[in-house]
């Protein structure tokens, strides 16, 4: 087990739960991972199949197996392409999803992590077209807006990006990840009244969250607070105890204190 990701482990496990409809496996398996990762990992959402399906349906039961040879290749090469990402072999796992498209047009979830990735290639075209095919496949697909929100701030499209953010959130209230984007945005617009909201909503709704924390000590930090900002890098570090980027800030923070005294 030790070899796999959090998204893959749980994912074995749940779908071996006789009676579980696919919907149902993926939202345990969700549920587990945010467990598992203390929210950092946000797995992506069920499939837009638009029947019940079960991996393992109860005995006697006559609900729908998935069967489907198509849905079945294609998703042994997505949970592949998941593993790849997971360990940052991007070209690889693109090569993946790509093949799952081909074999699965209709598989949202393939064009979101494909989108994902070339984010992170920086090739913002093409992460725009999956994402944007994403939410075509799948309009309720909160992962995908969000994402697609990411792409259009880092362009400057900041209209675009708050409204991509914004219904991230309309569709699920507690995707702590579209919160902590949308306060960072505010931040990078100077509405740093509306950052601080933005971070307290998302700390009301996971008082555990690190990166709410850091990136509000952050802001402190930029309004010369520095006692306020070692105190959520403080937080950041209680809760992720492995995150650096907190400890890094938190040394600044303690520095300038210092000279100021």
Known sequence: AGDHSPFTEELLRWIKEPGLSIEQVFKRVRRDVLRKTDNEQQPWDSSSLTEEFYFTPLEDSE?????????DEAFKYFSTAMELSDREEYDEAIVLFSKV???????????????????????????????????????????AYNNRGIV????????????????????DAGFLK???????????????????????????????????????????????????????????????????????NRGVAYYYMNRNE
Do not use: C, W
């Open 63 to 71: 609900a729908p197996v998935i069967a489907d040879d198509n849905f």
């Open 101 to 143: 498209i081909e074999i699965s047009p209709g598989f949202a979830e393939a064009y979101k992590e494909r989108g994902t990735i070339y984010i992170k290639k920086k090739d913002f075209n093409k992460s725009i077209d999956d994402l944007d095919k994403a939410i075509e496949l799948k309009p309720d697909f909160a992962a």
């Open 152 to 171: 259009y701030s880092i362009l400057g499209e900041h209209e675009t990006a708050l409204t991509d953010f914004n219904k991230a959130l309309d569709i």
């Open 178 to 248: 579209s919160y902590n984007n949308k306060a960072r945005l505010f931040q990078l617009l100077g509405d740093h009244t509306a950052a601080f909201e933005v971070y307290a909503k998302a700390l009301e709704i996971n008082p555990h969250y690190a990166p709410a924390y850091n990136n509000r000590g952050l802001l402190h930090f930029k309004q010369k607070e520095y006692l306020k900002a070692v105190e959520d890098y403080s937080r950041a570090i209680q809760n992720d105890a492995m995150y650096a980027e907190a400890y890094h």
